[in-house]
């Protein structure tokens, strides 16, 4: 990562990563942040939540141990301290932090474009995370490393499909009446975030299958204040793994408002006209 911006995470968040000055003998931060530009949104947006959660609700202080990259996935070591005197517990932070290490398998290391046709490649011996436009050039000595990378299905009602038969047990209740669900409405957001909601269900679901954790589903699924909102009810009683899971949840909402809701490139939140919309400059610049 640019100096300019690893500075600019240090300084923004002093709490975090404490032992960036430290040796090489106590600390792994010594070479600083191991990854691309690309990812700088998502580690500001993380370490954001994280440091928001621990000065306003009552969470543990996360630390950073180590930020590098890893087979062309964002490795974000973290310990817990204050665990003791916090009546919250850590798992909710643990959930984000999975959550944001498993979302950036899908969002490109370079220009931090975001997209199911952004995934792992071998360049030259060396696995990264690569969308369509930041492929063009490079020397590939191989096949995309994993077999996700597949061009999305075309048109929102589509995506919406592709949704509701990939995971159906959260959207089953998309059938049911308007009088007992709001998900009779569909999906309501834009096309740019898809992605994002494929990939935060695929990973709510995959803790459900192998780890025995409440069954997610969606009660509702829109955009609000330029937002994903992502309105679930759990089946199941363990509070432990609700926390887990509520964290991932959270921090894919607030991580939608630096996604461009039309085309899933990096975005700012925009006021268009009374309606807060989250807009890359491109896709703002059209009516």
């Known amino acids: 990562m640019q100096k300019e911006l690893q500075e600019q995470l240090f300084e923004n968040y002093p709490l975090i990563f404490r032992n960036k000055d430290k040796p090489q003998s106590q600390s792994l931060l010594y070479c600083g942040l191991c990854v691309e530009n690309g990812w700088y949104h998502l580690i500001d947006q993380l370490c954001g939540f994280l440091q928001f959660h621990h000065d306003h609700n009552g969470y543990p202080q996360a630390i950073a141990s180590q930020v590098k990259q890893k087979f062309g996935v964002l490795r974000f ?14 798992s909710y932070l643990l959930g984000a932090v999975h959550f944001a290490e498993h979302l950036s398998a899908r969002i490109c290391e370079l220009c931090g474009a975001m997209g199911a046709e952004t995934g792992l490649w071998a360049v030259k011996g060396y696995v990264t995370t690569l969308c369509l436009q930041c492929r063009k050039g490079q020397i590939f000595e191989d096949q995309p490393v994993n077999s996700n990378i597949l061009k999305p299905p075309g048109g929102w009602k589509k995506k ?39 990939q935060l269900c695929g990973w709510l679901q995959s803790q459900t299958d192998k780890n025995a954790y409440s069954q997610v589903v969606a009660e509702q699924v829109k955009e609000k204040f330029g937002e994903l909102c992502f309105y679930v009810r759990y089946e199941g009683e363990s509070e432990k793994d609700i926390e887990y899971l509520e964290g991932a949840i959270d921090f894919a909402g607030n991580f939608s408002g630096r996604i461009c809701e039309q ?23 059209k009516k």
């Open 77 to 90: 070591y973290t310990k817990f301290e204050d665990g003791d005197r916090s009546d919250r517990p850590e």
């Open 160 to 198: 919406d499909r592709h949704l509701y038969e990939e995971y159906p047990l959260i959207f089953k209740d998309r059938s049911r009446p308007m009088t007992e669900t709001c998900m009779c409405w569909g999906i309501c957001t834009g096309e740019g975030w898809f992605d994002l909601i494929d």
């Open 263 to 285: 085309c899933g490139r990096p975005g700012t939140q925009t006021d268009t006209g009374g309606w807060i919309k989250t807009l890359c400059n491109e896709c703002r610049g």
